[in-house]
């Protein structure tokens, strides 16, 4: 499975962004898909994750304001995020796995990573 992430950029605080993470592979329904972020400084964290049948869960950080889907026909996902804060300036990074057991605190043990897409929040 390759993911190519997209949809980042520069965005005012309270403003929004969709970024969306496209797989190769005839199985995509079959894993599940999520988003992490890294900070300048900081660890890699969590921001959400979606099962092949449409199961969401969401970081508490970003619960309210983000929001993941995917379309199982096109093999994508996406990440809907709104009322950004400049606190969620960050790298974010596609990932899928075959099992949802690795979400959300082994991202080290996920199957497959893509290149990150850069989203800065200016205050």
């Known amino acids: 499975v390759q993911l190519q992430a997209s949809g980042g950029g520069l965005v005012q605080a309270g403003g929004s962004l969709r970024l969306s993470c496209a797989a190769s592979g005839r199985t995509f329904s079959t894993y599940s898909m999520g988003w992490f972020r890294q900070a300048p400084g900081k660890e890699r964290e969590f921001v959400a994750r979606?099962?092949?049948?449409?199961?969401?869960l969401h970081a508490d950080s970003v619960k309210g304001r983000f929001t993941i889907s995917r379309d199982n026909a096109k093999n994508t996902v996406s990440l809907q995020m709104n009322s950004l804060k400049p606190e969620d300036t960050a790298v974010y990074y596609c990932?899928?796995?075959?099992?949802?057991?690795?979400?959300?605190?082994?991202?080290?043990?996920?199957?497959?990573w893509g290149k990150g897409t850069q989203v800065t929040v200016s205050s």
């Open positions: 990932a899928a796995d075959r099992s949802l057991l690795n979400w959300p605190n082994r991202g080290h043990a996920l199957d497959y």
């Open positions: 979606i099962s092949g049948n449409g199961i969401t």
